[in-house]
């Protein structure tokens, strides 16, 4: 039986013109679908960290302010630039770019689809499938790099899926150049292009079309990496700056945080969720299953550049990349998934009878989708994202004068969508103006609050946000400070902690002191609490004030203890003591990467009871 070739339809007795003809008509009307999705569910206001900072970036090209942030992704601020000639807002300007990059995104991979699978139907079924995935839903038109970059991939994709054809000069050069684009528009993307290249010269072995590729390569890269660096301060600047970001990465993403995750966990947060929950993603992985074992039986060497690659990037992502943004590195592999998928259904299609279900089941899936996405697509079409909401209340009702303290996850949204205040992180700004009266402080925090006068603005509480997102910014909070519950960390102090719920806690080292500022009352009541995991029991604890002994108690896990102490004319230092502590790092390094010794956790300070 003749092999067919990559462009040959897939049914015989088709012409090449009829079959393309057909194809156009899927590939439209799924087209049509996913515009009619896009139109009602892109943001209408900023939402993630990332998002500001993109647009930052559109406005003042500036890398060395995090304007965009590393690595830099000078092909998306380039690209931003242009659409905000059209649109004059840079928010709007990228929701744009990343809607068209979604709707060519998904031509460009049912194309590639169709010349790998060599049926039209199946490649659309399949493209659908990805651009319809909850982790596709809910990125596809936000203000980020992986629009735009993921539409470029499958154009890297197509060009590969053509460059072997004997008339495939002109592919190469459209792979190379494509395979350019999609870096410089998310360099995380060269571990997964790079591959594709090398698997891609292998697999066609012209040194012709190899060279091509490479030139093309090269000549569209030095077009946006020599802008970049420029901006970084010349090569050496460069260099600092990447090398920078890459030890971040290797501390953070591939160390701290993930901490207490199996490599169960791992595969299932990178594999399984970006397809949903188990009634979703499970079909698609038992088709990419089935379509993975077909591919192999009839030994369709055409699928291996692409589909090595995407093992070997989701190989990489998996053992070093943040499980909390799990879902949108992701993103790239499940392209390959897709493909097996679709290849899965083509198995099930050479059965007469499971024909006309391949339509029912990408609509159905399409539509659980949707519906599983829905508390998160269709509010923030509605309604501004708890952050927005905040900074919005903050700039209307806030008195003048006012000072914002942020906590680290609002950095970008204090400093751009309340510029009209100073903003400062949590500590510095509280050690700066603990005794600063006549000063107004609000926290914005990520988070609730329990607080009286704290206003809070959220969005409604699903698992696919759990799910699908870093899992910040369901809730937001304003919450005032007023001096009597202020103070200045001196020692021994952590950062700050904080719950949807409006749980908050700041971890204190063995020995901490803080000080507390006159505004007049004679004693404070300091609240202290313990998790209900704590590994040591109970912990005693000794508050002095002043250097004197002033309180001591017994703290209990879940048992939140109130010690009141009395304070004199003045400022006043509270000493807090934990007879014990424990380092989690030393305690369990399995399961956690937390070098900090902890003793108890500081809720709250409060002068005059």
């Not at 903003?423 to 603990?434: H, R, S």
């Not at 380092?583 to 009871?609: C, H, I, N, T, Y």
Request: proline share 8%; glycine share 10%.
């Amino acid at each position: 039986m003749a092999r067919r070739g990559l462009d040959e339809p897939a049914r015989t007795g088709v012409s090449w013109r009829e079959g393309a003809g057909r194809f156009s008509v899927q590939a439209g009307a799924g087209l049509v679908v996913l515009l009619a999705v896009l139109l009602r569910t892109y943001p209408i206001s900023f939402w993630e960290f990332d998002e500001l900072l993109f647009a930052a970036g559109v406005v003042r090209f500036q890398p060395l302010l995090h304007h965009p942030h590393p690595p830099g992704y000078p092909v998306l601020i380039g690209l931003g630039k242009i659409a905000d000639l059209v649109v004059r807002d840079p928010f709007a300007a990228l929701v744009a770019l990343s809607v068209v990059a979604s709707l060519a995104g998904f031509v460009a991979l049912a194309c590639a689809f169709r010349n790998l699978l060599g049926d039209g139907r199946l490649a659309v079924f399949g493209a659908l499938l990805f651009y319809l995935s909850p982790g596709m839903l809910v990125h596809a038109s936000l203000p980020l790099s992986d629009p735009p970059a993921l539409a470029l991939l499958a154009l890297t994709f197509y060009g590969a899926s053509r460059v072997e054809r004997p008339s495939g000069g002109r592919d190469a050069l459209v792979f190379g150049a494509a395979a350019s684009l999609a870096v410089g528009c998310r360099p995380q993307l060269a571990v997964l292009v790079v591959p594709l290249v090398v698997f891609t010269f292998i697999r066609t072995g012209s040194w012709r079309r190899g060279s091509l590729v490479l030139s093309a390569f090269a000549v569209v890269s030095l077009y946006w990496l020599i802008p970049l660096v420029v901006a970084t301060g010349g090569v050496g600047g460069f260099l600092r700056y990447q090398l920078g970001q890459a030890s971040v990465v290797a501390a953070t993403d591939a160390n701290l945080a993930r901490a207490g995750r199996t490599w169960a966990d791992l595969v299932l947060r990178f594999v399984a969720h970006p397809w949903g929950m188990k009634l979703l993603s499970m079909p698609v992985l038992a088709l990419a299953t089935a379509g993975a074992a077909a591919a192999a039986r009839r030994l369709e060497l055409r699928l291996l550049p692409i589909l090595a690659a995407c093992g070997l990037y989701l190989a990489f992502a998996i053992t070093t990349m943040d499980p909390a943004d799990g879902v949108r590195y992701a993103l790239p592999a499940a392209m390959g998934t897709a493909l097996l998928a679709a290849r899965g259904m083509g198995w099930l299609s050479a059965r007469p009878r499971w024909r006309p279900a391949l339509a029912v089941l990408v609509v159905a899936y399409g539509g659980g989708s949707l519906a599983y996405v829905a508390p998160i697509v269709f509010t923030r079409h509605r309604v501004p994202s708890p952050p927005a909401q905040a900074a919005e209340y903050a700039n209307r009702h806030l008195p003048p004068g006012t000072v914002i303290l942020y906590e680290a996850s609002l950095w970008p949204h204090a400093t751009e969508l309340v510029s009209r205040f100073r903003t400062l992180p949590v500590t510095p700004g509280l050690n700066a103006y603990f005794d600063r009266p006549n000063v107004p402080l609000y926290l914005f925090a990520d988070g609730g609050s329990e607080r009286t006068g704290a206003q809070i603005f959220s969005w409604p509480e699903s698992d696919a946000y759990g799910k699908l997102t870093r899992d910040h910014y369901r809730v937001v909070s304003l919450i005032p400070l007023p001096p009597e519950r202020r103070y200045r960390a001196l020692m021994g102090v952590y950062r700050p902690n904080r719950t949807p719920g409006g749980q908050h806690w700041r971890w204190l080292d063995t020995t901490a002191e803080i000080e507390l500022p006159d505004v007049g009352a004679r004693s404070a009541v300091v609240r202290l609490a313990l998790p209900p995991d704590y590994p040591l029991g109970s912990n005693d604890v000794t508050v002095s004030v002043d250097g004197a002994p002033a309180a001591h108690g017994t703290v209990r896990p879940g048992e939140p203890l109130d010690l009141t102490v009395a304070l004199k004319a003045g400022t006043n230092v509270l000493r807090i003591a934990s007879s014990k502590s424990f380092v989690p790092a030393k305690l369990d390094p399995r399961r956690f990467r937390d070098p900090r010794r902890l003793g108890v956790m500081l809720v709250s300070v409060e002068q005059g009871g």
